[in-house]
Each structure stands twice: as C-alpha cells, then as structure tokens.
C-alpha cells in the first residue's frame, strides 16, 4: 500500500522595495520579458508541482500589485495572498500560520525568477528523505575575509558555499523552529532550523538561479530567458 504524498505548501516571499534597482516600482513587479518577476517566479512553481498550494507574502501595501500578476495567468491558481512583516523572519511566520503540521514547505524568493522546474523537484525529494533541502551552489572566486587596520585574509572557497532557494521542510521541522525568538544571525530558514537544533540537509542548486537586487542582474535573467526561448 503506498502512502499518501504529503500535501506541498510553496511560501513565495517578495518584501523589497527595489531601492538598489534604482527604480520607483518594487522589483519583483518589474518587466521580464513581457511578464513580472514575480509572475516568472509563480509559474516555475504551478510548472513543477501543479498540485502545491502556493502562499504569496508580500508587504500589506502591496497586494493590490498582486492582482494584475495573477490576472496574467490564463487559468485559476491555487493561491493565497498573506501579508508580510518588518522582517524576512516575520514574513514567513506570516505565510506558514495555517499551513498543516504533515505538510512539506518551500520558502522560495520572489525574485529569484529562473528556478527551474528539475530543482523546484530536486528540493521536494530530498526533503521528503531527509526532512530539509537546502540547495547551494559553490563559489568559484577568490575570497578574503576583511580584519581590523585593513588587513585582509585568504578564505579557503573549498569550504564555501551561496545559498539559495526554494529552503524546503517538513512542516513538522519549519514550522516548531518558527515559533523561537528572532535573533539577527536568522539570515534564511536553515539557520533558524539549526538554532532550533535539527540538522540540514544540503543539495546541488544551479548558477542560473540568481536573485534580482540590482539592474545587472535584472539584465542578465533577461539574457538567459532569451537565450532560453531560442
């Protein structure tokens, strides 16, 4: 008898504002390629788990924003719209408040626009094995680590790694280590889960799932979209 798969929960968070793009519009509303960041982002999601609930966070003045993302699918989508809070932190205790405790949750960017629908699938697997699936990618620069009167020291990249998104949980894992006290060091949900005391569990993620913070990266997504459609 197979057991029954555990229903999928894709907590998509967009809070910025755009202000290192330079530009009035929050960034995961600008153009794309024809649609919104945010509308790529949703649609590599409905693309790789069609049956995945999917929990928009975005800041309370925001959501009317939503509206027009959501009028450019051509078919209804299974989502809800939450509104965020001051911090990354807070936001996703936001979008997870109603999500069951058998559930798997992916915590996604907004803008991270190119994930593809083998890693979106990849994180699912993963921690249906192992509880959590947190994808990196390694680095491939040099890397110094800055000290005191402008001194500088060599950083063996060997043991670096980026980190990325969508951080994907066994509710049962994500949602207890949620409910701590917020300390600054919670940069993601892995370093939450892991001051919470569970162990993460890491996979390969890709180079062209890049997060959109300036004009350049905004420009190189378009690129590989291009690049992509020909």
């Not at 110094?144 to 001194?151: F, M």
């Amino acid at each position: 008898m197979e057991l029954a798969q555990p229903p999928i929960f894709a907590v998509i968070v967009a809070g910025g504002q755009g202000t290192r793009m330079g530009t009035a519009i929050p960034k995961q509303f600008l153009d794309l390629n024809g649609h919104s960041v945010l509308y790529h982002t949703i649609y590599a999601f409905v693309e790789a788990i069609p049956d995945a609930h999917i929990v928009l966070v975005l800041p309370a003045h925001q959501l009317s924003y939503a509206q027009i993302v959501l009028q450019s699918f051509p078919n209804r989508i299974d989502l809800t719209l939450v509104s965020g809070g001051e911090t990354r932190f807070q936001s996703v205790c936001n979008g997870i408040r109603d999500i069951p405790d058998h559930a798997i949750i992916l915590v996604h960017d907004g803008v991270r626009p190119l994930i593809s629908k083998k890693l979106i699938q990849r994180c699912l697997l993963e921690a249906l094995i192992h509880g959590s699936a947190i994808p990196v990618i390694s680095v491939v620069d040099s890397m110094r680590e800055l000290g005191e009167n402008n001194t500088s020291f060599p950083v063996n990249r060997e043991k670096l790694r980026i980190v990325q998104t969508p951080q994907t949980f066994r509710a049962s894992i994500l949602i207890p280590s949620m409910q701590q006290a917020y300390q600054e060091s919670f940069t993601d949900e892995a370093t939450v889960v892991e001051a919470w005391g569970e162990k993460i569990h890491l996979v390969e993620g890709e180079r062209n799932n890049i997060k959109i913070t300036t004009p350049d990266d905004l420009r190189f997504a378009q690129a590989l979209l291009n690049e992509k459609e020909t």
